[in-house]
């Protein structure tokens, strides 16, 4: 019993240091997601809208390190959104004679 009573704190001070550690980068991690996210919604928008690529050629784009930015198309606004899962979302549109160009953050 002493033993398994152990474990559970041995545990419990684990999940409190990886919580620690996320805070302590969180605005880091925070401004590297909205980054991503930008770069990922203008890389899309200009493959998409600017070369005419089909959408799935267009993940082929993304730098390394951009696997948690995913990619949709919205094709009844010619834009392409692109996120990282809970921490941002940008959205660039294309206007034509100026290219894709990001919506404002709000």
């Known amino acids: 019993m002493l033993v398994r009573r152990k474990w559970w704190i041995l545990g419990g001070l684990l999940v409190l240091a990886l919580l620690g550690a996320l ?10 997601a909205r980054l991503g996210a930008a770069y990922g919604a203008r890389l899309g928008c ?46 660039a549109r294309f206007k034509p004679g100026w290219g894709c160009l990001l919506d404002p953050v709000g």
């Open 23 to 32: 805070a302590w980068h969180w605005t880091a991690l925070s401004a590297r």
């Open 46 to 91: 200009s493959c998409r809208y600017v070369e005419g690529r089909a959408m799935g050629s267009c993940n082929a784009d993304k730098e390394p390190g951009m696997g948690l930015v995913s990619l949709t198309d919205l094709p009844d606004e010619r834009a392409v959104q692109a996120s990282v899962p809970l921490l941002a979302s940008r959205t």
